[in-house]
């Protein structure tokens, strides 16, 4: 890719022309394609699993945005799946919001937490930072034990009364109770965030963002303010994070429960995935997500793996991590499609169609603003 | 009722403060010294009591078991090292979740070899003494006795031998520990396997009084994150110091509050004393790995 500045800028219908991508791009069309077809196509029970993987894929996508880019590795990225889908949740429960409405209740109070996980993340680094993430998610479980009438403790909010489900919207069959409808409502969510994350990944932010990974204190000899960034990474993950956690809750795959949204196994199977798909690529976490999801759901229905799944997963981690750092999806794409070869050095140091379509834009709009 | 109370109270905070201080010399040792992490320290602690509790099985033999606590943590901590993190050191984040995970594979094969129940632990020594008027089992005395015993010996190893003397050169400054022949991957091995023995150890202690479960590590992992952030990550005055103030906090809470906040007390300090003063409170300056 390093070698396409030849042309100089191209506009959006040429960097968005199918037959102008790489084949693993055309690829991941073909997949999301298959994903609108799919719901219809299946059995009922699948169209369930589809909608679960596309949530947990979502969940994994906004971990993926802030550890795997700016390298603060969060430890418990449940804080804000729970902090959105328990927000949204209590709203409809106890103020009789509708789940439509409460779901930006989830969104914003997720942003906040974002925001409040961030700021730590300016003073703190590396492990001394993990630790509060770790830390956080846990503190908030036992805040919700002290209250269960609020919060239902450990059962979840059907410990304290019955919360409402989506209802229709337009043309979709109701989310809440149809499996089609919930698989359409997660692939939206989905691509939602895919698009939003890959656009900044992939925009002169994300470099900014990958640049305070491998580096922060040469971003911030730049002049570039790395603790902005990375607040704004925070802010960005928590609220897709909580816009998964909220969806997720009021549709028909999942509930508000302290184990589906907040537990320390659900940031543990975030990394996991994202570990297996591919660190700091969005749709590496993406993959990852789906494809760890689905193996799970089968896995517990086998007799024998049910039991053990955990610690098949486990151990499969810990042979990537050691073996292929870098993921499933960066090393199928290095293998099998891109030859190996780094490409041609350019002069300017290069950079991505997209980034060149993004910076036109910016010139257009007046500027850029930094 | 309320003396009974505060002598009860103070022998729990008194046992756990001598257990956390072993749990939590380990983790910083390797921290201070190493730069890493460890995440897996509190599955270690099952190792410990999971061996004891095989070979307890097998032979019937307490002190055996105790032995093989040790052993099988020790062995483990070292496999750990060599096999893996010496490879992975370069890459801070890789080895913070290779730990994460690791500590999580061993919860589950224990899980998956003795099963979810809890399992006890014959007492390292039977029978009650009363001090001041409250009856305690001898296995506590023997169990706080035996914890102090190998703080003290540590510290002696620590300030008094060379090996001990390199250890402490080493976490000051790798460059400055090479520079007079110390070789860091030996010093970074003792660290592991010492802090491996302690930890099984406390593990084998720790499931003597209570139960033995394959998350058992999780609650005194936790605390020692806490204990090491307070008395600063390195020092091990320090986290004897913060195993006390962090035991008695916790004992407190679930005694006088609530015992569903149990260790929540804990984690809150931590929040709070990275935020306003992240070296410690008596602590040395952040290591600088």
């Known amino acids: ?370 | 009722m309320v003396d009974v109370n505060a002598v009860n109270l103070a022998t729990n905070v008194l046992l756990l403060g001598a257990l956390y201080s072993l749990v939590a010399i380990g983790f910083t040792l390797i921290f201070g010294v190493g730069g890493v992490l460890n995440l897996a320290h509190g599955a270690v602690l099952s190792i410990g009591a999971y061996s004891a509790v095989a070979v307890v099985r097998a032979t019937g033999s307490v002190p055996l078991a105790a032995v093989a606590a040790a052993a099988g943590a020790g062995l483990f901590s070292l496999a750990f090292y060599k096999g893996m993190i010496r490879y992975a050191r370069e890459s801070p984040v890789l080895v913070l979740i290779l730990t994460l995970v690791m500590g999580l594979v061993i919860e589950q094969v224990v899980l998956v070899a003795f099963g979810g129940q809890a399992l006890a632990v014959p007492s390292l020594l039977a029978g009650q003494t009363e001090v001041a008027g409250q009856r305690l089992s001898n296995n506590r005395v023997f169990v706080f006795a035996l914890s102090w015993l190998l703080i003290g010996g540590l510290f002696y190893f620590v300030n008094r031998t060379k090996t001990g003397q390199a250890i402490l050169a080493t976490s000051m400054s790798e460059k400055g520990a090479a520079l007079v022949g110390i070789e860091a991957d030996r010093v970074y091995t003792y660290t592991w396997i010492l802090a491996g023995v302690l930890a099984g150890l406390a593990g084998l202690f720790l499931a003597s009084f209570q139960t033995a479960t394959p998350l058992m590590g999780r609650t005194p992992l936790l605390l020692s994150f806490s204990i090491v952030v307070i008395g600063g990550l390195g020092s091990i005055r320090g986290s004897v110091i913060g195993a006390y103030l962090i035991s008695f906090l916790d004992q407190v809470t679930v005694t006088l509050v609530s015992t569903r906040l149990a260790g929540v007390s804990a984690l809150v300090v931590l929040v709070l004393v990275l935020l306003i003063k992240p070296e410690g409170l008596f602590g040395r300056e952040l290591a600088e790995h």
């Open chain 1, 1 to 370: 890719m390093a070698g396409n500045t030849d042309t100089g800028v191209r506009t959006w219908g040429e960097l968005l022309d199918p037959r102008s991508m790489a084949t693993h791009q055309q690829l991941g069309l073909v997949a999301i394609l298959a994903l609108f077809v799919l719901p219809l196509v299946l059995p009922a029970i699948w169209a369930f699993r589809v909608a679960g993987a596309l949530f947990f894929a979502t969940f994994v996508m906004s971990w993926d945005f802030v550890s795997g880019y700016t390298g603060e590795i969060s430890f418990g990225h449940g804080l804000f799946f729970g902090v959105g889908g328990y927000a949204a949740g209590m709203a409809n429960l106890h103020l009789d919001v509708d789940p439509w409405l409460a779901v930006f209740v989830g969104v914003a109070a997720a942003g906040a937490a974002g925001l409040l996980i961030g700021f730590p993340s300016l003073r703190l680094q590396g492990p001394y930072f993990s630790l509060v993430t770790l830390v956080t998610p846990i503190i908030l479980i036992s805040v919700f034990r002290f209250f269960p009438d609020l919060t239902g403790g450990e059962l979840g909010l059907v410990g304290v009364g019955t919360v409402d489900k989506f209802g229709d919207l337009l043309f979709l069959p109701s989310p809440g109770f149809s499996p089609i409808g919930a698989a359409y409502l997660a692939l939206g969510v989905f691509l939602f965030a895919l698009v939003v994350f890959v656009a900044v990944t992939r925009s002169d932010a994300g470099m900014v963002l990958t640049g305070i990974r491998e580096d922060e204190t040469a971003v911030a000899a730049t002049g570039k303010n790395p603790a902005k960034f990375k607040l704004f990474a925070f802010v960005l993950s928590g609220l897709i994070g909580g816009l998964a956690g909220a969806t997720y809750g009021f549709s028909a795959v999942g509930s508000f429960t302290v184990s589906e949204l907040l537990a320390l196994v659900i940031s543990i199977e975030v990394i996991v995935a994202a570990i297996l798909g591919g660190m700091g690529t969005i749709t590496g976490a993406a993959f990852g997500g789906a494809f760890f999801y689905i193996l799970r759901t089968v896995m517990r229905n086998i007799e024998f793996i049910g039991e053990l799944y955990f610690l098949v997963f486990a151990v499969v981690t810990l042979l990537f991590l050691f073996f292929l750092p870098q993921g499933i999806v960066p090393a199928a794409v290095n293998r099998l499609f891109a030859g190996g070869s780094p490409g041609e050095p350019v002069t300017d140091g290069g950079s991505t169609d997209a980034m060149a379509v993004l910076r036109d834009w910016m010139d257009r709009l007046g500027g850029e603003k930094r």
